[in-house]
């Protein structure tokens, strides 16, 4: 068992900055394979980027790269979402998820291949 507790969302104004974090605990978290996904109002949960166990591969969705960075403590089994260049669009709940299962390119896009799920944090992008 794995659990994922995010926090770092809120109010922020566009062009504005953010980091969100996700505290991991559990027996695999350093093997796990770590992702970011969000869901707005209306919408289905979207890919926002990923971080494979060992820190050395990132995966982004276009619409977050060259803005968003995500990254990885493993001394504090801790993984980070830094938002920068904010749009309204990306107004958001935002979910951090976990995996040990196998995965590969395009496989760390698909929310299915995650096990375990946060319970999410707000972001809200004001215009």
């Known amino acids: 068992q794995v659990q994922l507790v995010e926090s770092g969302g809120g109010v922020v104004q566009a062009g504005g900055s953010l980091r969100l974090s996700c505290a991991a605990s559990?027996?695999?978290?350093?093997?796990?394979?770590m992702g970011w996904f969000r869901q707005a109002p209306g919408k289905e949960r979207e890919f926002v980027t990923a971080?494979?166990?060992?820190?050395?591969?990132?995966y982004y969705a276009d619409s977050v790269k060259g803005r968003f960075t995500i990254s990885r403590d493993r001394a504090t089994n801790t993984v980070y979402l830094q938002m920068a260049s904010l749009k309204p669009e990306d107004t958001a709940v935002y979910y951090c998820a976990s995996t040990v299962s196998y995965l590969s390119g395009a496989n760390y896009y698909r929310s299915d291949n995650y096990n375990y799920w946060g319970r999410g944090t707000q972001v809200i992008v004001s215009p």
């Open positions: 971080i494979n166990w060992s820190g050395l591969y990132t």
């Open positions: 559990g027996r695999t978290v350093s093997q796990s394979h």
